[in-house]
């Protein structure tokens, strides 16, 4: 389902439980909560910012900023380093 899609789909229902104010209240709690939740984790962020992040650690990657491990055994002597 594309996002228009979806907006078209929420707008929909919204629109069948706009009347009651009961429900109305509990959609809002709902989304504020959604919003709360979104703005807290910083892993969700827009494609485009995905997109810049890949985009600097490529270039990290170029200049030799960048850890890299041959075994697992490596990769658990680093972490265990932290």
């Excluded at 707008?11 to 439980?17: G, L, R, T, V």
């Amino acid at each position: 389902m594309t996002a228009l899609q979806l907006r078209a789909d929420i707008d929909n229902n919204i629109n069948i439980i706009a009347s009651d104010e009961s429900l109305m209240k509990r959609l809002a709690k709902y989304v504020k909560r959604l919003a709360t939740e979104k703005q807290a984790d910083d892993t969700c962020m827009s494609k485009e910012e995905f997109m810049a992040k890949l985009d600097r650690a490529e270039k990290q990657i170029e200049r030799g900023e960048s850890t890299s491990f041959t075994n697992r055994e490596e990769m658990i002597a680093w972490l265990n380093s932290l």
